[in-house]
């Protein structure tokens, strides 16, 4: 299992805290290479936003963040820019720089309905795709082009191709996880939030009692187990879920008598089983803020712990180090760049992004709903892998 922080101060010495990877003292020589400093000025801008971070960001970190902090905001007012900042962001681009924070799901909406001119993505490669799909007039930029994903790199329109060959009249429904190519292919795109109604929504719509949902197995295992539409699924998966056991759920359990135990759907259906409740990062989320375990762990990418514990400081995070490298790309610094030197900018050839952006139109014109949450304690049901 990869190793637990027991503290939410755990710094540089632990040599797994996101924060530390990105570093406060690598933000510290990359505000100071551009000129920004911890001044008075700057103190006075972003004392507010350090509340909102004081329980996950040491008090001597902050000196290294606010510079940077402070001047993205002031570049986004500027440009008329906002940031979009997905869950798995480190707590300083999540909560200080982040105009709108979420899910995918959650951040596509935010897309689609933004009047700024401007859209940083905070978050991965394909992210930035559905916004564009999305708000095709806005200039997109993510601030390194390597943030990719291990489920969107699994898949390609050729595959998708080959695939809806195979299963003549069978509805695709894609994982947003995916490129804009991939979700081109689609009839219709869904989030871990709401991949169970999807599914049986394009079951009944296509008056089939079989589904596509790709890429991820072990999501489509979890929603197998959810409904009774039948699934068939391709191999791709998180490489970050993938990670968690159902051995580290009962060595948690061993070593945290009570500790609640959240599991995001992309693990596998095993962990999925052991837990005591499981969802998409915004259904964890509302369980801690609904819930208030007094100890819990969050069986999904790391900074999403320090997330929900900056507005849940009551609540004890036992924190298993599992980072998205690719997440991890993006840094404050290089939002900063982003925005200052406007790359790197997202572009989609026309005829895929109308495509990809009907499957997404039928993902969002679905009722919106509380975040399903995925039943836990069932059987792993099998599926048709493709
Ligand atoms: S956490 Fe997993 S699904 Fe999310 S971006 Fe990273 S590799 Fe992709």
């Not at 905001?73 to 500027?78: I, V």
């Not at 007094?294 to 990418?301: D, I, P, S």
Request: hydrophobic letters at 45%.
């Amino acid at each position: 299992m990869a190793r637990i922080i027991d503290a939410p101060f755990s710094g540089v010495e632990s040599g797994c805290d996101p924060r530390a990877l990105n570093g406060a003292w690598g933000s510290l020589s990359a505000a100071a290479a551009r000129g920004l400093a911890f001044t008075d000025e700057v103190r006075a801008k972003t004392d507010a936003l350090y509340g909102k971070v004081k329980h996950v960001v040491p008090a001597v970190e902050w000196p290294a963040y606010a510079p940077l902090i402070a001047a993205i905001n002031d570049l986004k007012r500027a440009k008329n820019a906002i940031v979009l900042a997905h869950n798995y962001m480190t707590s300083e681009i999540f909560w200080c720089v982040g105009d709108f924070r979420g899910d995918s799901l959650a951040l596509a909406y935010k897309a689609a309905q933004t009047e700024a001119s401007i859209i940083v993505q905070a978050g991965v490669h394909f992210m930035a795709e559905t916004s564009k799909i999305l708000a095709p007039e806005k200039t997109v930029l993510i601030p390194d082009l390597r943030a990719g994903c291990s489920l969107a790199a699994s898949i390609t329109g050729a595959d998708m191709r080959l695939i809806k060959q195979k299963f003549p009249g069978v509805p695709v429904v894609t994982y947003v996880n995916t490129s804009a190519e991939v979700k081109a292919e689609s009839d219709v795109t869904c989030t871990s939030s709401n991949a169970a109604a999807v599914v049986e929504w394009a079951a009944l719509e296509w008056g089939s009692d079989r589904v596509i949902l790709v890429p991820d197995e072990y999501l489509a295992k979890n929603v197998a187990a959810q409904t009774s539409t039948k699934i068939i699924a391709w191999r791709g998966r998180c490489e970050v879920h993938e990670r968690f056991t159902a051995e580290d759920v009962a060595e948690l359990r061993a070593s945290y008598p009570g500790i609640v135990v959240l599991a995001h759907p992309e693990c596998p259906p095993d962990v999925m089983s052991a837990a005591d409740f499981a969802g998409s990062t915004a259904a964890l989320q509302l369980y801690v803020e609904e819930n208030r375990p007094a100890k819990v762990v969050l069986l999904t990418e790391c900074s999403m712990s320090d997330n929900v514990a900056a507005a849940a400081p009551d609540v004890d995070f036992i924190r298993p180090c599992n980072l998205c490298p690719h997440m991890k790309r993006i840094t404050l610094e290089g939002v900063y760049d982003a925005l200052k030197e406007m790359k790197h900018e997202v572009v989609i050839a026309e005829d895929v992004r109308v495509r990809a952006k009907q499957a997404i139109d039928r993902m969002l014109a679905l009722p919106k709903e509380k975040p399903r949450a995925f039943a836990t304690g069932r059987l792993p049901v099998a599926v048709q892998l493709v």
